[in-house]
């Protein structure tokens, strides 16, 4: 199993920085965030040091996401929210500050005032066919 000395969620897999776990498998355990954006802000990570998402394999993604649906209805059930949002960040740009690939589960409450920026845009000619061709290409679809 990969792990790097100098990580802290590899310190937390290992037992050796204390966490509130409250789910764990073989893959992977879910505990409190330590700066909750709201009451019950999940982290469920995997036991391995992997960065980024497109680290993992097909499969190995499948094993790890398997419970998010089980964690999300313990969220719904047991806080209780009336939501939930499932953020997941991918390098520096994209916000990711823990450098072990992360799930967060933030629950949310009707007017609980959490939110972020979407500011939709539009394609402009021929962009929209551009990106179709290269992702498209790409991922052989
Ligand atoms: P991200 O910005 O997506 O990398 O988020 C990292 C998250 O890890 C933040 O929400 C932190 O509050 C959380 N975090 C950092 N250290 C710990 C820790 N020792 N225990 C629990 N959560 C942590
Ligand atoms: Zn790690």
Known sequence: MSRDPDCIFCRIVSGEIPCHKVYENEHGLAFLDV???????????????????????????????????????????????????????????????????????IPRTQGDGLGYRWHPGRYGPGRAEALVAALGGALGG
């Open 35 to 105: 700066g909750p954006l709201a009451d019950g802000h999940l982290l469920w990570i995997p036991r391995e040091h992997v960065v980024a998402l497109d680290d993992l394999t097909e499969s190995q993604a499948a094993d790890l996401c398997r419970p998010l649906p089980r964690l999300g209805r313990a969220m719904r059930d047991v806080l209780p929210a009336e939501g939930y949002n499932v953020l997941q960040n991918n390098g520096r740009v994209a916000g990711q500050e823990v450098m072990h690939l992360h799930f967060h589960l």
